[in-house]
């Protein structure tokens, strides 16, 4: 059975927010926006991304993310993207959530899904039951996806100037079936909703914002002062 988050723990504005997309959607930059949003409502939260999030989180990302000569099995990424999993959840969401925060997170598990189960080519079964291993049976209250060809996305990294690390490398084909995995997981999942990325970050943010009132009220309607 799926553990509960905050709100079923009896606190009642706690909720775990997950923002995905491929490279570039505008994951970081939407959940900067959120976070003004919040301190402006007064709702406490927390933000952290994915792989990371924690000290052993964090080196586990630079393992994975760093250029290597022979490569990295496909089972090897997967099973070092669930040990940080495992670490995120028992060190920052479920502590956030039993204190009634808000935790707004930089991918959890669709990207597993999406990059080592559509991307890679890994049983997206086998993916699914260590996911719930490495969880617990946690699961997001909503999870926001950032939809845009990885070419556009690419694009905008490239127009950032950052150098790609061992994942983006991979190449727009790799990137595109991420992103046909996106849709094709939230065509599945009642938590998940797709965003059209493509338009400016305010227009995003705003659909973002209708879209939590509306799901949560209880956490993020504008209450009098805010
Ligand atoms: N990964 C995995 O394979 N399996 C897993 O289970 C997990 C992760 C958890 C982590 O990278 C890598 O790990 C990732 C998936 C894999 N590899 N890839 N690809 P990450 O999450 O740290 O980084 P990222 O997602 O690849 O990139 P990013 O820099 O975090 O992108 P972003 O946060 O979505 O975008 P951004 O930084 O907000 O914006 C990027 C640029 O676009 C920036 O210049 C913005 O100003 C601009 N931008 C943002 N929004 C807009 C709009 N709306 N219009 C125009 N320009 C915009």
Do not use: C
Request: aromatic share 6%.
């Amino acid at each position: 059975m799926a553990a509960g988050t905050g709100a079923r723990l009896g606190v009642s504005r706690a909720r775990f927010i997950v923002l995905e997309g491929v490279e570039g959607a505008g994951k970081t930059t939407q959940i900067r926006l959120l976070s003004a949003w919040l301190d402006a409502l007064g709702v406490e939260y927390v933000t952290a991304r994915e792989p990371g999030g924690t000290e052993i989180g964090e080196a586990i990302r630079g393992l994975l993310l760093a250029h290597r000569e022979e490569g990295v099995p496909d089972e090897t990424e997967l099973l070092l993207m669930l040990a940080a999993r495992a670490a995120f959840v028992r060190r920052v969401v479920r502590p956030a959530l039993e204190a009634g925060r808000v935790v707004l997170a930089d991918r959890f598990d669709l990207s597993t899904f999406a990059y080592q189960g559509y991307g890679r080519g890994l049983d997206l079964e086998a993916v699914a039951r260590m996911n719930a291993f490495a969880t617990g049976g946690l699961r997001p209250d909503a999870v926001l996806v950032l939809d845009l060809p990885a070419s556009a996305g690419a694009a905008r990294q490239a127009d950032q100037g950052s150098e790609a690390d061992r994942i983006e490398n991979e190449g727009t084909g790799f990137l595109e079936r991420v992103r046909q995995g996106y849709r094709e997981l939230v065509a599945g999942r009642v938590d998940a909703h797709l965003i059209d990325a493509l338009d400016t970050p305010e227009g995003v943010q705003r659909r973002l914002r209708e879209l939590l009132s509306g799901l949560f009220p209880e956490t993020f309607a504008v209450r009098e002062g805010s």
